[in-house]
């Protein structure tokens, strides 16, 4: 049980990393909406691309949900940024505390 318990473990660890980082790409796209970054630049055009790549499709499905634009603002970014603090706050302890659970005799 040494092995499933570790590996659970792993998984919340991971998981926790994937979503904090999943939540800075969305701040960064919330940010580069207020901006005008320069699109001439082949280093920002491609960063700019990733971004946008990876959060809009999410926005998309939260969009297509919920009416989530008041006065040409458009909160999905949020509404996204909340599911993932429930998901670090709530599924990644729970997996790590089952891991632990498993490693203790």
């Known amino acids: 049980m040494y092995f499933i318990g570790y590996f659970f473990i792993a998984i919340a660890n991971i998981l926790?990393?994937?979503?904090t980082f999943y939540m800075f790409i969305i701040i960064a796209?919330?940010?580069?909406s207020w901006v005008n970054p320069n699109p001439f630049h082949p280093f920002a055009r491609s960063i700019i691309r990733f971004i946008y790549s990876v959060t809009e499709p999410v926005f998309a499905k939260v969009r297509a949900k919920v009416p989530v634009s008041?006065?040409?603002?458009?909160?999905?970014p949020m509404l996204v940024i909340f599911a993932i603090l429930?998901?670090?706050?709530?599924?990644?302890p729970?997996?790590?505390?089952?891991?632990?659970?498993?490693?203790?005799p």
């Open 29 to 32: 796209s919330v940010v580069l």
């Open 70 to 76: 008041f006065g040409g603002i458009d909160f999905s």
């Open 86 to 92: 429930l998901l670090t706050n709530w599924i990644v």
């Open 94 to 104: 729970s997996l790590a505390r089952l891991g632990d659970s498993l490693l203790r």
């Open 16 to 19: 926790g990393s994937l979503l």
